[in-house]
């Protein structure tokens, strides 16, 4: 497979492993009444990103590559909906990511087409998920209100 590729799937598994912690912390520090829902929904986050993290890993090893153990920059807050929004930029550079290797890949190879395009189905759910979450909220990026840290 064209090194081009492999490199680009890398940038896919970087990200996925930045999901993963990103997603672990945000299910650690929400806190108060909305805790038992959000919690849960970005500790589901972190798993369905290692998911893909062990997909990509082993697309790469089979097509000849090494998986990096890299991460991006983890971005952190203890504001809900500031997560909720890290969320969705997340999910929407996933989107990015799995559509720009979909485009290098169409005609060359049918299973690795099918895999992201698995995959990319359900970072997309993500943004609609989140977006509907955050869908006329007050408090959202929308209104003007984001700060961010990252570590």
């Known amino acids: 497979m064209d090194q081009t590729v492999i490199d680009k799937l890398n940038d896919i598994l970087r990200h996925e492993w930045t999901g993963v912690a990103q997603y672990s912390q945000a299910g650690f ?3 108060g009444l909305m805790r038992e829902v959000y919690s849960d929904m970005f500790l589901d986050s972190a798993k369905e ?3 893909h993290a062990k997909k990509i890993g082993q697309k790469i090893s089979a097509l ?9 920059p983890v971005k952190q807050s203890t504001d809900l909906t500031e997560l909720l929004e890290i969320g969705l930029e997340f999910e929407s ?5 799995y559509t ?5 890949v169409d005609g060359k190879d049918r299973p690795l087409v099918i895999l992201l395009e698995d995959i990319l189905l359900e970072e997309q759910e993500g943004v609609d998920h989140i977006s509907l979450i955050l869908k006329d909220h007050p408090g959202s990026a929308a ?4 700060t961010s840290k990252v570590g």
Not at 93 to 97: D, E
Not at 100 to 104: F, T
Not at 143 to 146: E, P, Q, R, T
């Open 100 to 104: 720009e290797v979909l485009k290098m």
């Open 29 to 31: 520090v929400v806190t």
């Open 143 to 146: 209104s003007g209100k984001s």
């Open 49 to 51: 990103s290692f998911g």
């Open 93 to 97: 550079k996933a989107v990015a990511l």
């Open 64 to 72: 000849g590559g090494v998986p990096t153990v890299e991460r991006n």
